[in-house]
């Protein structure tokens, strides 16, 4: 693993659990409230324009930041809770470091996807999806995405978990780990 720290913005924001029905305009006059923001956006899959859940707001100054940080992060909001956090700095150790986890066990929880991919390094966000019908339409499994910190991480979390079987679980389901879909088809 690299021993050089993830560089952060100290003005830009990215923010997490955003409601699928709030608007680009909505998060914007919201966070408004802490200082100017020069841009605010709310990242959207290209085909369908549904909401990934997730936005960035870039403030004029590093104060203001801060302050929608100290405001915003944990705010409920729906039946969400907000989190906020800097934003890093886009470079080659920050790229490609989102990993899709399917075929998930009904049973699992996320105390459980938290405590399996951890060990990898640092995540920086991870979201559950409820159970799915398998194509068989037989048993129903979930979904996971794993946000890593480093693309290292998520290659790691990959490599060790990939055709491998669920631990402590009954049900023989192998997980199935890849990368995620890249931001080229996020708007």
């Known amino acids: 693993m690299s021993d050089q720290p993830m560089k952060y913005s100290d003005t830009n924001l990215i923010i997490n659990y955003i409601p699928q029905s709030m608007t680009r305009m909505e998060l914007q006059s919201m966070f408004e409230k802490a200082g100017p923001i020069e841009n605010c956006q709310i990242i ?10 997730f936005g960035f707001c870039k403030y004029a100054d ?11 992060n944990g705010h409920p909001i729906l039946n969400k809770r907000l989190k906020v956090a800097y ?11 989102n990993v899709y986890i399917s075929n998930i066990p009904a049973r699992v929880c996320p105390d ?15 979201r559950l999806v ?4 398998k194509p068989s339409g037989s048993e129903k499994t979930k979904i996971s995405f794993i946000l890593y910190e480093r693309h290292e991480s998520a290659l790691q979390a990959i490599e060790a978990v990939n055709g491998k079987p669920w631990p ?11 990368l995620a879909d890249q931001n080229a088809k996020k708007v």
Request: glycine share 8%; net charge negative.
């Open 130 to 133: 409820d159970a799915v019908k």
């Open 168 to 178: 402590h679980c009954d049900e023989n389901l192998i997980i199935s780990a890849r």
């Open 44 to 53: 959207c899959d290209k085909a369908n324009g549904l909401s990934y859940g």
């Open 62 to 72: 590093a104060g203001s930041a801060k302050l929608a940080i100290d405001n915003f």
């Open 112 to 126: 459980d996807i938290q405590d399996l991919f951890e060990q990898f390094g640092r995540v920086i966000n991870y």
């Open 87 to 97: 934003a890093r700095i886009q470079g080659e150790e920050s790229r490609n470091c």
